[in-house]
């Protein structure tokens, strides 16, 4: 395997146990919200108050998680893998970022996150993304005139770097799944990119999920656990 050109795709099983609720609860409520009523541009423009609180609210949370030996695991593999790696985390927390930060150098961390960040604000009108880490509800306009929104990828709108995503997939050799429950498109569908690449595939999930039949082989379990022992023994000599 050494050198092998490697894509991973993280979902919110990778935070939950960092304390981040995952999307699909067992009530079938993102944190007692329907997904309709805050993360879909329809929403916004409904009860933009509503839907910025729900984010604020989500993104003052972030101060009070840590990432768990998942997002490490990930990280060292980030520092120490000498073949292309690209991460592509679902997540719009911050904790892959967090664990990567003075691990893998003074270069940016090999992640990408498709469906935006909570610590970032996104101008409705000129498109701008800024860092942010207060509230959004009584933000000043940008610079533009234009509304600051969280720049969360919501339902009806494209993920970000699907170019560099699909041609990362286009040539990997080893595609890897991570908590993620396989019901949101395009994500769902890297699977399948992988395969036609001729990628062996990998899913990593405490339990079996919409995608699972896809893989070549699913692993059951925490991802605190699993992540460290897919990571050693890729590193091992
Ligand atoms: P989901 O909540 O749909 O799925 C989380 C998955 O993680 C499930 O399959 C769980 O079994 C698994 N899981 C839970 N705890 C775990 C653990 N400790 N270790 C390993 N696996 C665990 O979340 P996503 O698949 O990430 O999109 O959801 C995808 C997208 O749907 C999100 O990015 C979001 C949401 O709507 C947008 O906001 C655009």
Redesign the pocket.
Known sequence: MTGARIVVLT????S??SGVP????PDGL?EGHR?EDV?TPEAYARDPVLVQRFYDARRAALGRVAPNA?HHALARLDRDWPGDLLIVT???DDLHDRAAAGVVGDRPPRLLHM?GELRSALCGRCNARAPWSGDLVAADPCDCGGRLRPD????GEM?YAMDRIEAALATCDLFVS???????YP?AGFVDLAHRAGAATLE????A?AGSAAFDESRR????V?VPAWVDALLAP
């Open positions: 979902g919110a099983g990778v939950a146990e995952t999307f699909r609860g993102w997904v993360a998942a679902q997540n719009v469906h969360i990828v919501w339902f993920p991570i908590g993620t429950s396989g019901n949101v994500a990593l999930n405490l339990d999920s379990g925490p991802a605190s699993l």
